[in-house]
């Protein structure tokens, strides 16, 4: 679970992870959409590109303090984005931190079942 510590909100129940050359490459390219309560976490990672997607997602930008230092909301297919000092990045499906009240300077964090913080 991925989880906004500073709102107490709940990002995305449904966490993929993208840690390794090949899935940081595909990200979400090949999907028609990101379900509610999905996130796709991809480390490490400072840009992100839209090219080939047909649907726009929210973007944060994370510090390895866990802390969000850059927000791209509802970005559409076709656009970049970047943050120069991201050490992660976390899509979501659009309009997904306006429902959690995500702002800049947030911890997040991610929750596994057993309680502990891996990232």
């Not at 796709?40 to 802390?67: A, E, N, Q, R």
């Not at 791209?72 to 306006?98: D, I, N």
Request: glycine residues 10%.
């Amino acid at each position: 679970m991925l989880v906004n510590v500073t709102r107490n909100k709940c990002l995305a129940t449904n966490l993929r992870i993208a840690d390794g050359f090949f899935s940081r490459l595909k990200g979400l390219l090949g999907t028609d959409c990101l379900p509610e309560g999905t996130a796709l976490l991809i480390t490490p990672c400072s840009s992100v590109h839209t090219f080939g997607m047909t649907y726009p997602i929210d973007v944060l930008f994370i510090g390895v303090d866990h802390k969000v230092l850059k927000i791209a909301t509802s970005l559409r297919p076709g656009r970049t984005a970047w943050c120069g000092k991201g050490h992660y990045v976390v899509e979501l499906p659009a309009v997904a931190v306006e429902a959690s009240q995500t702002q800049v300077g947030d911890e997040i964090r991610l929750i596994c079942s057993s309680g502990e913080n891996p990232v």
